[in-house]
Structures are given as structure tokens and as C-alpha cells.
């Protein structure tokens, strides 16, 4: 059987990304621009400066991309590009340099869903993975549990209501002083902080048993650090940290095995950012152990946004006979499972 080889393109927030991957497992190549250290100056993401640094980097990233899987454009037999969700100025750099290598040399052009890309990372360091599964992403921007049916079939069980985990850890981070971006250096100080110093809320959705609320425990924290500095208290910021973590692992952990234990499904996978979190991976090592659970989950460099799992989702859509046209835009509140 001919191995088909995708060039796949992301660039949905502050990554300028490309890769090629075979047959959907296989990463041959992997590049990143990354613009973290410009964004930190202003302690987030600047929409319009992500989108300017796409359009530097993109070809740069594309040759490269190549050159490092000894491949040329006429190797390629799909172009897969996340447009959306996303930052809808960074989404178009990317889906416009797709488009124009598509019909410049006539290979098929398949939009990717952001979030499918992070569930089918797991795809490429799993080699034994197969739907169906339930799948928690975390990330910046979004939370869902899924059920993976089949490749690119996929149902939501919950999302968050407000803010995503990401964006909680990014806000916390900010208030006790730790900058952009948030989630590593969260994990780093939580390590040297007490867990159980203060007890954060842990909310729940009355109306929905699968969804996730993160816009209260970010108040409660900034209540308590406000609280303690009118008493006069010494925080500490390892702490404030470490039990804010806490209360996370909490939340994402109960909606995950719920997920299972209503499913039937015995494999967990997660995916995003946010899953590269110390205390998270081993928070959901041990539970899925004590219940004899199959868990998986990328390593980091696939957890945070690159193009190899924009690649691996592009080839199942391939192989289910997803093709786009040049009207294919850049949708910035796409939803999963939305052609």
C-alpha cells in the first residue's frame, strides 16, 4: 500500500508550525517558530503581532519542514491546515499559504480542526491506539472530553462554560507575580508549595455533569490573595500555586472518570498544553492504574500547538475523503466535528 505523506500547516495563535507526516503516525519532520518570548513583554498573546510573525515565518517553515523529511512539494500527496478555532488573523496566514501551494501544484487541500489535531498527537507516539477512546483536551484556549468514536468522528460530552484551564493558569500566574506564559511556571513553584494550604472551589455545572466552569476558582484565588494582603497576611506564592493546581487536577480528573465509568470505555487519552502539567499526568498515571484503564497521552513538544498532529488528523480525513476547495476560510470559533 502507497504511503501517503501530508505537509501540514498550523498557525491558529503564536506558533508558526509545519511538519510532515506519514501514514497519520509517522512525523519525519517538525518545526516550530515559536513567539513566546515576544508575547511575554506584554504578558499574553497580541493578535495582530502573532499574525506578522506568521507571515515572516511561514515559508521559512515550510522549506524546512521539507528539507528536514528529504521531501519536495511533489512528494506530498495532502496539505492539511488548521483553520480554526483560533486567532482569525494568524488562521488565515496559514490557510492562505495552504490554499496557494494547493493550487499551485494541484495537491489536495484538507482543513484540520484545531482541537482534532491535539486529540490525533496522541496518534503518533501511540502507535496502538485506536478509537474508540475518551480523549481530555486542555489547553490555552479550550477544554472538552470526547469520545472518539472513529477516526474523525468524534462526540462531546463537556466543555468549559467560561474560561479554559490554560486561560485560568495564565491568570493566576499574573497575580502572584509570575508572568506570561503561565502554565509552566505554575508547574515548576507548585512543586515547593503545600497542596492543601488553602482549599479553592472545585465548581460543578448543575445542568450538565460534563462540562467545566474555571471562572470561579480564578476569582477565589485572587479573592484570597486580596484577603491576605488587607489582614496583612504573608503569602506564599508556591502555596497559592500549588493549590490552585490542586483544585484542577480535581476538576479535570472527576469529569475524565465519570467519562469512563458512563461509556464503558476502558482507554483515556489526553491532549493540550495544559496536559504537559507535571501533576496532571501523574494525577490521571495513578488513578488510571488503580483502575485498570489504558491511559495516553503526546510528550510535551506535541502537547503544546505544532503541525505534526494538525498532520496526523489531516491524514484521516484524507483517508475518509475530506477535500476542500478555495473557499475554505479561516473560521475562528469553529466547532469539533463542524466540515
Known sequence: MKDIKILAIESSCDETAAAVVRNGREALSNVIASQIDLHTLYGGVVPEIASRKHIENINYVIEKALKDASCTLDDIDGIGVTYGPGLVGALLVGVSEAKAISFAKKI?????????GHICANYVENKNLKPPFVCLVVSGGHTHLVVVEDYGVYRILGKTRDDAAGEAFDKVARAIGLGYPGGPKIDKIAKKGNPNAYLFPRAKISDSVYDFSFSGLKSAVLNQLNLSKMKGEEVKPEDIAASFQNS???????????????TGICKLAIAGGVASNSAIRRAFKE???????????????????????????AYYEYKNGVRHGWDLNAVPNLKLGER
Do not use: Q, W
Not at 489536495?108 to 484545531?114: D, F, M, S, T
Open 108 to 116: 489536495p487541500l484538507i482543513g484540520v480542526h484545531h482541537i482534532e
Open 248 to 262: 484542577v487536577v480535581d476538576i479535570l480528573l472527576e469529569r475524565a472518570m465519570l467519562a469512563l465509568e458512563e
Open 287 to 313: 488513578e488510571c492504574k488503580k483502575r485498570e484503564i489504558e491511559f495516553y497521552y503526546p510528550s510535551p513538544e506535541l502537547c503544546t500547538d505544532n503541525a505534526v498532529m494538525i498532520g496526523s488528523a
